[in-house]
């Protein structure tokens, strides 16, 4: 629990940092950093689409990484994993507040920081997806790679889509179905529990 919280936490202060020293500063509204609008139910939709579209190509990505570098997501996040309903509540609120803020600093700000910079839309997509697979260091460097083209293909999304909408809706379906699968493999005993 401590440790989601501290999550959700640091979540919104980056995003604060994000605003405060950045947008704040240059007088860009978060609004424009978002992008796209949602001016009927239609346009809703298209996104919830497109983001449903991006998971199948986002879970085949995954398969494929899984299997050709012997790697599990599953088991490098384990430790994130809740073990009870309380803590699935609690993980929720963190995956919906990482799946908005990471969405918003990373594709977002960096991107079109990075693309600045550059004077590169690709640069700006790979910088960003670099910094944000090493933010993931702690889960091993497998890990760091397939999140970093998991960042970029994130980042592609954005640029392509001008919104984070669709990336923030499968970022946060994503990590919230991780977390509700999680905690149903461990209460079949099918993911063993770390003890310490």
């Known amino acids: 629990?401590?440790?989601?919280?501290?999550?959700?936490?640091?979540?919104?202060?980056?995003?604060?940092?994000?605003?405060?020293?950045?947008?704040r500063r240059y007088k860009v509204p978060l609004?424009?950093?978002?992008?796209?609008?949602?001016?009927?139910?239609?346009?809703?939709?298209?996104?919830?689409?497109?983001?449903?579209?991006?998971?199948?190509?986002?879970?085949?990505?995954?398969?494929a990484l899984s299997l050709s570098l012997h790697f599990s997501g599953m088991e490098a996040a384990k430790l994130l994993l809740p073990q009870t309903s309380l803590e699935l509540t609690v993980f929720l609120v963190l995956v919906c507040s990482a799946g908005f803020c990471e969405e918003v600093i990373f594709r977002g700000y960096l991107q079109r920081q990075f693309t600045a910079w550059t004077g590169n839309v690709p640069a700006g997509i790979a910088?960003?997806?670099?910094?944000?697979?090493?933010?993931?260091?702690?889960?091993?460097?497998?890990?760091v790679f397939v999140l970093s083209i998991?960042?970029?293909?994130?980042?592609?999304?954005a640029s392509m889509r001008k919104s984070l909408r669709p990336g923030i809706m499968q970022h946060t379906g994503q990590d919230a179905l991780s977390g509700i699968a999680g905690l149903f493999l461990r209460k079949y005993r099918y993911l063993q529990i770390i003890k310490f």
Not at 1 to 16: C, D, N
Not at 127 to 142: D, N, T
Not at 152 to 157: S, T
């Open 1 to 23: 629990m401590i440790l989601y919280l501290g999550g959700v936490a640091t979540e919104f202060l980056m995003l604060g940092y994000v605003w405060l020293f950045g947008l």
């Open 31 to 63: 609004g424009e950093i978002i992008g796209g609008k949602w001016l009927r139910w239609r346009d809703f939709w298209r996104d919830v689409g497109i983001a449903l579209l991006f998971w199948i190509v986002v879970g085949a990505m995954l398969v």
């Open 127 to 143: 910088l960003q997806a670099l910094v944000f697979g090493s933010a993931h260091l702690y889960q091993g460097g497998k890990a």
């Open 150 to 157: 998991y960042g970029a293909m994130f980042g592609i999304l």
